[in-house]
């Protein structure tokens, strides 16, 4: 039991920093425009993990432009907006 709640709390501790982060991230995306807020609704569930944060952003954002859910005039100064945000995830 004491080694239960000891792996508990150390997982807790470990967890957290992950969630602040994430909680950033969100702040920071709360200020952003239409177009940058699609992309990183689009990439967030996938950024932390991802091995190239670049690729992945990139890859949302080709398939919001051909969604026509994203401008795509507007679609690299989006994703350079939205990846400022994602970025606070690491």
């Known amino acids: ?5 000891l792996a508990s709390a150390a997982l807790a501790l470990w967890a957290s920093p992950t969630l602040a982060d994430k909680a950033a991230a969100d702040k920071c995306a709360a200020g952003l425009g239409g ?6 609704a689009a990439a967030a569930p996938g950024f932390p993990a991802a091995q190239d ?8 954002t ?27 995830m690491r």
């Open 62 to 88: 080709k398939a919001l432009v051909q969604a026509g859910t994203v401008s795509a005039m507007a679609a690299r100064g989006a994703a350079e907006a939205a990846g400022g945000c994602l970025m606070q």
């Open 35 to 40: 177009d940058a807020k699609a992309i990183y």
């Open 53 to 60: 944060p670049r690729a992945l952003i990139t890859e949302k």
């Open 1 to 5: 039991m004491k080694r239960l709640l």
